[in-house]
């Protein structure tokens, strides 16, 4: 047997030790508090799963589904775009619903990566952003994301030559993992930059709603011009809390959904139909449950902040996304003191190198986490801070 070698290409998985040594310790009957894990809590709504429920009892949709998706779901979707963001699409032609974003996400890179093209890609970032393109056969540029810069791409750093080699460009607002957003204003700087490289962009928006302290996140489609440059993967896992339905969209520029489309139909064969009926539930039913869990949210950020802080763990105040972005000591890199915080206190956490290179010198912490392990690790924190403060000054 023998493995293809763009397998080879792919970087050796960063939490293979960790995930190990989590699994030693709960086998050891320890408990360890997870803030890992970027999936929410909380459950999806009750009326969701009802209309779910009753179109898993009708034989109509024990078939095979339609691979474009219902026409009552992408009539859905350009409805919550208009709705949410004065976004008009064509439902027939600018929206396409996916298995869920990543799904998307990976495949859209065969749509336009020949072998050794390159793809902008920001870093930090969601991995499968360089991943897809690995696969396709080409090469990541990334982008830092740097803290001076709000976590904002500086475009004028990329060169040229590469830019203008460039097929694909990712952005991803509001941020996984940093936490920071970006504006219109920003929007506008890289549909301009896309068009004097000749550049598709792809922006990828799943945390519009996971917002607080009143801030409404953008949508890339709101931009002059991005329908011209681009499309917008988006997604019901966070929104309705539907991480296990596997339900997702992309939006925006015809022929690049088209030309994913076409990817896809030789390739899968559609979302289950009753979770597609789920969807149009969830995206034309009540949205109250979305205020109510944001509120959760900001609460957990704020007492999870406060104990950041205090422990000399610096974090800026995200005005979304469940994620907290916290700067780590001098002196540990960040995988280091991951393993110190495991070791020591039973917290895991995600190194920032998980997210690329840029990552260095940072830890991710999720908010999707009970309130009460919430409160757990907070103590837990406080007290394994006051246990090393005690033994530095010994
Ligand atoms: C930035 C980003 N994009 C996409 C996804 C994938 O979402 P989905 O569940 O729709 O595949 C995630 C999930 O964590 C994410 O953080």
Redesign the pocket.
């Known amino acids: 047997m023998e493995l293809a070698k763009r397998l080879n290409r792919l970087p050796p998985y960063l939490f293979v030790e960790i995930n190990q040594k989590i699994a030693e310790l709960r086998a050891r009957g320890e408990e360890v508090i997870s803030f890992a894990i970027?999936d929410p809590d909380l459950p999806t709504p009750s009326h969701i799963i009802e209309h779910m429920c009753q179109a898993a009892r009708d034989p109509t949709n024990y078939r095979y589904p339609e691979t474009a998706g219902l026409p009552e779901l992408r009539q859905a979707i350009a409805e919550w775009y208009e709705r949410r963001f004065g976004v008009t699409l064509n439902p027939a032609k600018e929206v396409l619903p996916l298995i869920?974003?990543?799904?998307g996400?990976g495949h859209i890179a065969l749509c336009f990566i020949e072998p050794g093209d390159m793809a902008l890609v920001p870093d930090p970032g969601?991995p499968p952003f360089s991943l897809g393109t690995i696969l396709a056969g080409g090469e990541p540029y990334f982008m830092p994301l740097k803290e001076e810069n709000d976590f904002l791409p500086d475009f004028k750093a990329i060169p040229a030559e590469v830019a203008d080699k460039a097929k694909l460009m990712w952005l991803?607002y509001p941020n996984?993992p940093t936490g920071a957003i970006a504006g219109l204003d920003f929007f506008e700087k890289a549909v301009h930059f896309a068009q004097q490289h000749h550049l598709a962009i792809c922006h990828?928006a799943?945390y519009t709603e996971i917002a607080f302290d009143g801030y409404k996140p953008p949508s890339f489609m709101q931009t002059p011009g991005a329908k011209k440059t681009g499309v917008e993967f988006h997604?019901l896992?966070k929104t309705y809390h539907m991480?296990g339905w596997r339900i997702?969209m992309v939006v925006g520029n015809a022929d690049m959904v088209d030309a994913l489309f076409k990817v896809k139909s030789n390739l899968d064969s559609g979302i289950p139909q009753a979770i597609q009926y789920a969807a149009v539930e969830a995206l034309r039913g009540s949205q109250e449950h979305i205020a109510e869990h944001n509120a959760i949210f900001q609460r957990r950020r704020d007492k999870l902040l406060k104990v950041l802080n205090e422990i000399g763990l610096k974090a800026r105040i995200p005005k979304a996304t469940f994620y907290i972005w916290a700067k780590i000591p001098q002196g540990y890199t960040s995988m280091d003191f991951t393993k110190k915080l495991l070791d020591e206190a039973g917290i895991a956490v995600t190194p920032g190198t998980g997210y690329g290179k840029e990552g260095e010198g940072y830890i991710r912490l999720s908010l999707t986490i009970s309130d009460d392990r919430l409160e757990e690790g907070i103590n837990r924190l406080s007290a394994w801070h006051a246990r090393n403060c005690h033994c530095e000054e010994r």
């Open positions: 970027g869920g974003s990543k799904e996400i969601y991803n996984n990828d799943p997604s896992s991480t997702g």
